[in-house]
């Protein structure tokens, strides 16, 4: 059974911007927290950004700014808004959920036992 599924990347410029999105079944979006996360080859993968129940929201500081996390009740999604790309944004983008997290770990992906298959986001000078 397919819990999450992202959508949206592909290959774009320098300064550009995208929206990606997270299909997520309607247990885990009723249940889950849910987060953005990106791996890069040879880096670790990382956290972008979380959003709660309430909406409230949490950020890598690296992010803040220029990346926008939102979430569509009626359609069980998760949505990355991603302005003003650079290269150094290429990386695949994974949609994660979580079941009991406190703030602190929002952003740890050891922490999270829910994973999309991914969308890649390459992005050229």
């Known amino acids: 059974q397919v819990h999450l599924v992202e959508s949206g990347g592909g290959a774009f410029q320098a300064g550009g911007c995208l929206n990606l999105?997270?299909?997520?079944?309607?247990?885990?979006?009723?249940?889950?927290?849910m987060s953005w996360f990106r791996h890069a080859p040879g880096k670790e993968r990382e956290g972008v950004a979380s959003i709660e129940r309430n909406c409230n929201t949490i950020y890598t500081d690296s992010m803040k700014g220029r990346f926008t996390i939102s979430k569509d009740n009626a359609n069980n999604s998760l949505y990355l808004q991603m302005n003003n790309l650079k290269p150094e944004d290429t990386a695949m983008y994974y949609c994660?959920?979580?079941?009991?997290?406190?703030?602190?770990?929002?952003?740890?992906?050891?922490?999270?036992?829910?994973w999309g298959p991914g969308t890649q986001v390459t992005v050229s000078s």
């Open positions: 999105s997270c299909a997520a079944s309607a247990y885990i979006y009723a249940n889950y927290y």
């Open positions: 994660a959920a979580a079941l009991i997290l406190p703030p602190e770990w929002r952003l740890s992906a050891a922490k999270y036992s829910r």
